[in-house]
């Protein structure tokens, strides 16, 4: 086991100062040229700025939590709003159903009493699904 090497100046390793400054530098592109945030085609309009808000918040704590790797994802929240404005122009399968259920249930607990715990419930598919809708909304923002 290599032990880490301390700072000269300050608290911390060197390690953990890299880190601290990789995230500062994705806070800093992040604000300085945020994402476009995704909506379905045809219905982005229907986002709300507390959705807006939200996603934002959501983004920050993604970089907080990514510890300075690089992140090439959405949040799930912005999965949510996404399949929020899809269930505009088309229903949802069963499938998405279920996801768009586990986002809400997630991010909405006291507004989706509605749902049943087992309608909630990601199987391995629908948790690959989601992966990859969230790979691609990054890639359009």
């Known amino acids: 086991m290599t032990k880490e090497q301390k700072l000269l100046f300050g608290e911390g390793t060197v390690k953990q100062r890299e880190q601290g400054l990789r995230i500062f530098d994705m806070l800093a592109e992040l604000l300085s040229k945020p994402r476009t945030i995704i909506g379905h085609r045809g219905w982005s309009a229907m986002i709300t700025e507390e959705q807006k808000t939200r996603i934002q918040m959501e983004r920050l704590k993604q970089i907080k939590n990514s510890k300075g790797e690089k992140i090439t994802e959405a949040t799930d929240y912005e999965a949510l ?40 419930i990601l199987q391995l598919q629908d948790k690959q699904y989601l992966c990859r809708l969230k790979q691609w909304i990054y890639k359009q923002g």
């Open 81 to 120: 709003t996404y399949i929020a404005t899809a269930s505009m122009d088309a229903p949802l399968d069963r499938m998405w159903t279920r996801i768009y259920f586990h986002l809400l249930k997630r991010f909405y607990p006291d507004n989706s009493d509605f749902i049943e715990d087992h309608e909630a």
